[in-house]
Structure formats: structure tokens, C-alpha cells
């Protein structure tokens, strides 16, 4: 589909190596403080002063990953910053500079590298992260996207999945299991597209869960309403694998166990609407879809009234003694031990 | 290759992602003062206190990059560290952790990535740097290998590529050109292996070449040995893509030219004699080979007393006012222009 949109094409090869990085990096303006030196040398070069330094990476990888079918290439820049930039969000600190290689097949002209970079480049700006180095290669067959993120916090406000403790309120930020069927409803428009390429997709009714699909945003305004609410979580992760994924991860790190309950978790109408039609249990997809990148956290009981009618979180169970397991509590009272599916990229070949 | 060697072969999608990461990470341990936390959260931390903090990174693919017909896999992983190892000694900084993002086919054996794993163990190990993350996916074709290293160094060390001057004295460390020229070896034994599957070859006379090719070394003793020297370098970067290119970006960065004196460069004899046999031109190979990560570094006048002798340092040559040019001086007292030939990965395809 690429081709068919970008009338001119430049061959990549046309610019060389170095000239296709000057050319895709020199939108990139250094924000800050703690950059003092972003691309150009053989390294950047930071400083953090006494703040403690995070360290996260993810690679994307095209066919496993992302479909170039229905995912915009402006767009797919843009989700690869936030997916990583979503992982420091998850230590409670702030985002700060993120390097970004590519792998790239000679299929794919300079016009759409330059698509891709534009998402970056808004991305960038969006979380305020500086863009300090890079790689950029050709690939033997599609595209590879490899992001690492950085990001600074005090030591007293980092959060890590070890620190839930039995009682702790388990909460989830925004709704989940939106970008899973945003992604079932994409899949379904490509099967309709490849039988007939002349049919309009009339995709209105499913604008959300497309929009958490194809642009997700991290959770960076979390860390600062926590701060506002005198509220540390004792322990936090991101929802990118899926719900189910994460419990267990803070669970077996913090050797704790759960319930979860079924009727409290926050579900969008037209997730509602759109699992009805698909008949798809949307319990299912809330637990076990991924990519959501709202965070998960626990707080003590004493700071449940702090949040309590807050929108932006919901009190979704609580953390157990290990041996109680962990378990989602069903609307009918019966409890069903989780499991972790999420995404299994390895599994999808 | 890989299939032949290894009798027992465990299907990565039977550990799943989760598993995989556990086995191939557990045998690392974290030996930096730096690294607060490793590999198991959403992200490393780490603690540079004053330390000014450098961040380089490098992505390997194979068919471009690498060739797994002569390349060990344990190999390639000690390689891969060494590549990003060399571009934060090439800033006069301390190598101090790495992430390792891998995409890989499902027709590697879970055993072939723990030998990859074996590779990067051993060179973190030799270079004393933490694996503090990474993240491991299925790719649509082959292997590709996305490494982050970060070192720590005083401000007052950093050595960038912009502060040469005219006149200050351009030195190489250890020789150059036999890690391409090993390469070539490599190539041709694998033309007469594909042509006779039994012929036993006999690399006796090429070892260092192909151990250069194979096992290259960054030089991180290159610091220690300048501090002792009270040697500040006023710019340095590392060979990787060929002495040409690395000149070029030195004397562009610091606005300069140069002179780089033919009968100069150091060369092993076994370069010497592989390029006679090949009918290779060795300053060609010396100039434009890459893969050698040797440094590249210019000092002041004063500082020629220190080094004068020094079997780890030669000096080939000077920078000069940039209107004189980027020049290469023959042993026939010619000039001839230096130009970025390097290894352009993007027009391999």
C-alpha cells in the first residue's frame, strides 16, 4: 500500500548511510537540561546530576508486531516512542531522551522513512524526550523499529513491580481492552479490503478502539497526578502485554496474591458494543489484550479515599497472601485463576 | 550450518517469551556501581552520581552486517558487545552497561541463542559491563541484534570529535586494514566450501586476520594508557567504517584538513602478505577497511614526546587548515583526496 500513496520515490541507497541519517535526524532539536550532547558523535553524552538514570528497550518488529496493511507509517513512529516511553512511565519517573535504530528493506523509499520520522519526531516532542542517537541499516526483509528510552526520577519516588504488599488496592488507569479490538476491527477491514479493494469501510462506530490501536499514548500525566494526590504506589507496571500478564508479574515479584473482579473493570462502551457484535467475551479481551499502555499500580489502604470517584483510576481487587493464588472473582461470585497469554510474539511465526 | 552442529534442538515457542528472556538473562550478574537494578523490572536504574553519562548504539543484521556461514554465533555475540564497547571508549569514557534487543527466525534452535548469550556473557564479562535489559521477539527473517551501551566519565575527560586543531598530530592505535582483509579470507573459503563441502581449509597463514574479522577487541586500555601518559586527546572517534571515513568525520567536526602520510600506516605483516596474494592494493584495504575498532585520536605538538616510541600509538599523519583539503600523501609524494568509502550497509542489498 505504501507505494501506491507516495508518488515520488527516492531510493534510499540514493543518499548513503551518514546522508540518510543527517537527512532523518536533523528535525531533532535537543530540549533537555540533562542532554548536553545529542547525535553526531560516537556517543551522546548526559547528565543527570543526582537524579537516578532508568533504562528501558523494545523492538518492534514488522509481521510480528505491526501490519503496514492498516498501520500508517507516521503513526507506527509515533506508538514505537510512546511503547517505550511508557515503560519509564511505569517506574514513576519522566521520560527524558530515547535512541532510535532502524532496519529497513530496500522495498521501502526515503518518502516513507521520512513518514516514519515525522512520528517519531511528534512523539518526541509529545513526551518531551530528547531523540540523542541512533542506528539506521537495511534489513534483509521488512522493517525493525529499535527504541531505548531513558528517563530520570529521585530515588525516593522510583517504583518497581516488587513492592505490593497483602491488602494493597490493585488500580488501572484510563479503560482496557480497547487497543485489542481496535486491532481484531483493522484485521477484519483487511480480510473485507483484500476480497473487494473497492469497498469503503464505514469505521465509524469503532473510532476509539482504532484510535488505542494505531495511536496509543503513555501514561506520562500519571506520575504528576500522583505527585498532586501525596500518593506513592508501592508497586507499578505498564499494561502492554495485557492485564492478566502484569498482575501476575507484580504478583510473583512482590510474592503476593490477588483477586481481581470482574465487574470492576473499566471497560469503554464501544468495547462493550463492539465485543457484542464480534462475540467476544469483552471480560476476555480486557484481560488478556494487550497494548493498552495504561499503568497498573497498588497503593496502601490508607490512601484509597485519595483516589475514591477519581476518574482517571479504578480500584480493580486487592493483593492477597501468596497462597491465596491469583484470581479473577467472576459477576457470579466464582473464581478463575489467571493465566499469562498476552502478547507472545515468539508464538506468532 | 547451525543445523548440523547441533543435535539437540529445543523449539524457542516452548519456553515463550517470558521463559526465553529468564534463561538466556539469568546468568547475568551485575557488577557495576552504577547499576542499582538490572534485568526484571520495566526498566533498569542506575546511579551515575557526578558522572557525566554517554550512550551509544548499534544494530547487526545478518545478511548485512554478518554472515553465519563463517561467523560463530558465540562470536557474533561477543562481536555485537565489542562494536557498541568501542563507541563509548572512542569518547574517552568507561564502558559500564549494555542493553540486547534480539529478533530472531524460528529456525534458530533455542541452543543457538545460548550460544549467542554464551558470546555477549563473555565479552560483558572481559569489558565489565551489566546486561541490564533487552527484549527478545520473533523476526520475519534472520538475526538481528540491537545493542544500547552506556559508559560513565568524568566531564573533564570526554573526548568528542570537534576540538582537533591544525597541526595536531593525527595517531592510529594498533594496525588497520586486517580485520576486512580477514573478511576476505572468509569469503573465499566459503566459495570453496560451497563448491566442495569436504575440502578441508587450512587458515594457518591468515589467523590474526581472521581472529581480527572474527574476535575484534575495543580498546578500552586506550584510556587507562592516555591517563597515565597525561595525554588528553583533542579529538578521537573509533575505526568502524574504514580510517577514510573516520578522518573525514574528524576534520569535518573540528573544521580542519589533513594529511595522512601513506608509508605511515601500520600494517601487519600478515596484511602485507594476504594483500599480495589477493592482488589487493594494502593501503586501499588499510584506508577503506572497516571493522578494525581501532581509535583514531589527534593530540597536541607537545604531546609527540609522550607517545614517541610507544608500540600501542602511530602517528600517520597531521591535521591542517581546512582549505588545504583531506589528503591522503603517497610514498610518491602525491596527494590524493580522501573519500568516505566505509561500509555502507545501506547499499548492500
Known amino acids: 500500500m505504501i507505494e501506491d500513496k507516495n508518488p515520488q520515490r527516492t531510493s534510499i541507497s540514493q543518499l548513503g548511510e551518514f546522508g540518510l541519517i543527517d537527512h532523518l535526524t536533523q528535525q531533532f532539536e535537543m530540549a533537555q537540561p540533562s542532554t548536553l550532547k545529542g547525535i553526531g558523535d560516537d556517543a551522546a553524552v548526559l547528565d543527570f546530576k543526582d537524579k537516578k538514570v532508568v533504562v528501558s528497550t523494545d523492538l518492534l518488529v514488522e509481521g510480528v508486531h505491526f501490519d503496514l496493511a492498516y498501520m500508517p507509517l507516521k503513526h507506527l513512529g509515533y506508538k514505537s516512542v510512546v511503547v517505550n516511553v511508557s515503560d519509564i512511565c511505569a517506574m514513576n519517573a519522566k521520560p527524558t531522551q530515547i535512541t532510535v535504530s532502524i532496519a529497513v528493506s530496500n522495498r521501502f523509499p526515503l518518502e516513507a522513512l521520512e513518514e516514519l520520522f515525522a512520528g517519531i519526531a511528534l512523539a518526541a516532542k509529545e513526551y518531551g524526550v530528547d531523540v ?64 473487494n479493494p473497492n469497498s469503503q469501510p464505514d469505521l465509524d462506530a469503532y473510532t476509539y478502539l482504532i484510535e488505542r490501536q494505531l495511536k496509543p499514548e503513555a501514561r506520562k500525566d500519571v506520575r504528576t497526578m500522583l505527585h498532586a494526590l501525596e500518593i506513592k504506589p508501592t508497586g507499578m507496571i505498564d499494561i502492554s502485554d495485557g492485564l492478566s500478564s502484569e498482575v501476575i508479574h507484580l504478583c510473583k515479584q512482590s510474592n503476593t496474591g490477588c483477586n481481581i473482579f470482574e465487574d470492576k473493570l473499566p471497560l469503554d462502551p464501544q468495547l462493550i458494543a463492539t465485543c457484542e457484535e464480534f462475540n467476544i467475551d469483552a471480560t476476555t479481551v480486557a484481560i488478556n489484550g494487550g497494548e493498552d499502555y495504561e499503568l497498573l499500580f497498588t497503593i496502601g489502604m490508607d490512601d484509597f479515599d485519595k483516589i475514591k470517584g477519581n476518574p482517571n483510576f479504578t480500584v480493580i481487587g486487592h493483593m492477597t497472601d501468596p497462597a491465596e493464588g491469583i484470581h479473577l472473582v467472576t459477576r457470579a461470585h466464582t473464581k478463575i485463576a489467571l493465566k499469562a497469554r498476552g502478547w507472545n510474539a515468539l508464538n506468532k511465526e
Open 132 to 195: 540523542i542517537g541512533g542506528d539506521t541499516t537495511s534489513s534483509q526483509k521488512g522493517l525493525l523499529i529499535s527504541i531505548t528510552a531513558l528517563g530520570e526520577a529521585d530515588a525516593d519516588e522510583l517504583v518497581y513491580r516488587n513492592g505490593a504488599k497483602a491488602n494493597d488496592l490493585i488500580v488501572v488507569t484510563g479503560d482496557i481492552g480497547a487497543a485489542y479490538m481496535g486491532l481484531q476491527v483493522l484485521e477484519r477491514e483487511k480480510q473485507v479490503f483484500q476480497v
